[in-house]
């Protein structure tokens, strides 16, 4: 196994040519294009850069240096999915992407990241001499995580992150701060996938150091989706009008709309003070301007 591929070395010029130079490391030779190079080399000098093999299965070195190392760890951007192998990671090379294999990933494939998702990976380099993206373990996220301290500074607050780690009891996120967040299935619609970006807000802090988050909506905010939606529909309904007001039969209610008695009279109570709305004869109309 070629251990130097991967990691960042320093290694002799033993040779170029109009593009390039090609540098020796343990006896193996890559190739070094010279627009990496600020300033001119000469045969014997030597150049720090980092070794892989490309695409092509080329063998090269880049004096632009990833993130993303064999024992280094770094974020990638997910540039591609195939479910018979893994997703593909962009860490910075020009013509080499690494692949997060399948065996590390969900077995529920809806779980898995998406284009654009983001991922802390570092490099791992198998018998063939492949290159592989090798995802974060909790260790590594919690050596770079901050602990907050005062619970009511954070209460309420608004905060973004990317999802790092699936788990039965929740999900696990990485702010754009580095504060680790948990999100409980009960503070979810949706589970969301690894890599993704989700923002939600902070519902108390735990006393093992993280941030308790809700990705569900407040109150009010619940209440204007519900609003929303009931003036959709009287806005669509031919009379503009639907026969249920505050009187109604909760299951009916329910059936209808989806939503609880509770919630349908706070909803139109909002119509009907933003003017939008009024209720007579069992019904609740539109108003119209």
Known sequence: MNQDLGTVVTAMITDENDKAYFVQKSGVTYRLDKSETPEALEIGDTVRGFLYESMNKEKRMTTILPKSQVGHFGWGVVTNVR??????VDIGLSDKEMVVSLDELSEIKSLWPKKG???MISLRVDEKDRIWGELADEHVFRS???IPKDEEEWKNKEITGIVYRLKMVGTFMLTEDYYIGFIHPT???VEPRLGETVT???IGVSPHGMLNVSLKPRAH???EE???MILTLLQQSPTNSLPYYDKSDPEEIRNYFGISKAQFK???GRLMKEKLAYQEDGFTKLRKK
């Not at 479910?83 to 593909?88: C, R």
Request: negative net charge.
């Open 221 to 223: 905010e619940a209440l």
């Open 117 to 119: 998702d983001q991922l």
């Open 226 to 228: 519900d609003a929303q």
């Open 266 to 268: 706070r909803a139109v």
């Open 144 to 146: 770079l995580a901050r």
């Open 187 to 189: 503070e979810r619609e």
């Open 83 to 88: 479910k018979d192998l893994g997703v593909f």
């Open 200 to 202: 939600g807000r902070v």
